[in-house]
């Protein structure tokens, strides 16, 4: 752990060792061979094939027992045969092979990957990771946030709060309403990360199925393809050069980057807060918050989390520009950048915990917000002016201007000046009933709506 480059193996490797299932080296391995077994019993299952007979179940499950049995000795093996061929996909090829001739399977071994090119089985390979990644590790993660910040806005409805816009007082809100507007974006954008649908390629080297063709001109190779990538549930994209266009996996990055943003927005929210005194932070005891200053508690988790989300951005942000230009049919300038796919989502699950692990820190200080909302009368002066004008006012925002504009103003200024204005009697016994505590308009009703 301490020799390892990348934080994420390293110093955080425990809150983000759930994806090595999916994005590690041996993963991506395993579901390469997962692509190259099912392809080759598909091809068994075409009758035209008059070489290939149909699968027993016992053949088949023979088969899928070298990708589901897969191992760290069979990795290592792959990686040896690498070492000669020089090309990834290949070794797997071969390592299969290896495993057919040891069960007797001889006469499949010329049908692995066949009509193939590496990037038939690259492509599928990578969105299934990037697919069972978002469905076992980040959005169960995903879900448990939102599912906090729901407690949190129930919590905290009837909590009122100073709001802020510009970084100045203005019309208070609750606590919970402010949890809710975060729970709204987020359950969005969770929606439409897990309605969207992956594509697949199955084309052949320049996506015409041309090799495919020439073994086999009575095959309906486009209805096989179809059935194949449908039955890896992914949406078969057959407009495509040598690689996949990558579009729809990108569909999805971008989903993740709104979430990350949304994540952002709210980090820097809750460590105002913190900073204002509207929320405190649980005590852990030998916890250390300061080499040197022994009374603080740093809102780290959420420090933490932001600079993750913000790496998070970057390398999604690079893909979604990188990923879908390719010179002429095919370059191999994508290879690289998909293998760091993983990255990206172990930075964002890393700060998502983070949060979770921030919110169960926090407490509302009901003392110091109602305390910050009696230092500022000042914000009632909006449903004042408002309701001078319902009853005709013609200058109700000027008077209000000139008595509270860049002023701090007290209850007292603020009695003294609805007693001396000519309003209804219902109208003024409204507001001179009305606190800074009080003027939340609907923030409760709202959350009732979560």
Not at 8 to 30: V, W
Not at 84 to 98: C, S
Request: aromatic share 8%; hydrophobic share 35%; glycine share 4%.
């Amino acid at each position: 752990m301490l020799d390892n480059i990348s934080p994420i193996d390293g110093r955080y490797s425990k809150d983000t060792q759930e994806l090595k299932l999916f994005f590690s080296e041996e993963a991506l391995i395993k579901y390469r061979i997962k692509i190259e077994i099912e392809y080759l019993i598909a091809l068994c299952g075409v009758f035209q094939i008059k070489e290939l007979k149909p699968l027993s179940s016992k053949i088949k499950t023979e088969l899928r027992n070298i990708y589901i049995k897969f191992s760290t000795k069979d990795g290592k093996r792959i990686k040896k045969i690498e070492e000669k061929t020089n090309h990834d996909v290949k070794a797997v090829e071969y390592f299969i092979g290896e495993k057919l001739k040891r069960s007797g399977s001889t006469k499949l071994i010329p049908w692995i990957h066949f009509a193939l090119t590496s990037e038939d089985v690259n492509n599928l390979a990578y969105s299934l990771m990037w697919k069972d990644g978002l469905i076992h590790a980040y959005l169960p993660t995903l879900k448990k946030a939102i599912s906090k910040l729901k407690t949190l806005s129930k919590k905290y409805n009837n909590t009122a709060m100073l709001a802020m816009t510009h970084g100045q007082p203005a019309t208070p809100t609750t606590v919970g309403k402010e949890f809710a507007v975060f729970y709204n974006r987020l359950l969005r954008q969770i929606s439409q990360t897990k309605e969207h649908k992956l594509q697949g390629k199955l084309g052949s080297a320049t996506g015409t199925w041309g090799a495919h063709i020439a073994a086999y001109q009575n095959v309906d190779w486009l209805k096989f393809a179809q059935r194949f990538l449908k039955s890896l549930k992914l949406e078969p994209n057959l407009f495509t050069t040598q690689i996949e266009s990558h579009d729809s996996i990108i569909e999805s990055y971008q989903s993740m980057i709104r979430v990350n943003s949304i994540f952002i927005d709210f980090c820097q929210d809750i460590w105002l807060y913190i900073s204002r005194g509207v929320f405190k932070q649980k005590r852990v005891d030998g916890e250390v918050g300061s080499s040197t200053m022994p009374h603080k508690i740093n809102p780290i988790n959420f420090e933490n989390a932001e600079g993750n989300l913000g790496i998070s951005n970057a390398l999604l942000t690079h893909f979604s520009t990188k990923l879908p230009i390719s010179r002429m049919q095919r370059d191999l300038s994508d290879s690289t950048v998909l293998r760091n796919q993983g990255i990206a989502m172990a930075h964002s699950l890393l700060a998502i915990k983070n949060i979770l692990k921030g919110l169960n820190r926090l407490s509302v200080d009901k003392t110091s917000t109602k305390n910050e909302l009696n230092e500022h009368w000042e914000v009632l002066a909006e449903a004042i002016q408002t309701i001078l004008r319902k009853n005709g006012q013609l200058d109700a925002y000027e008077q209000l201007k000139e008595l509270t504009r860049g002023e701090k103003i007290s209850q007292e200024t603020i009695k003294n000046f609805i007693n001396k204005i000519k309003l209804p009697k219902a109208d003024k016994e409204y507001l001179l009933s009305l606190k800074p505590e009080t003027y939340t308009g609907l923030s409760t009703k709202l959350v009732d709506l979560v």
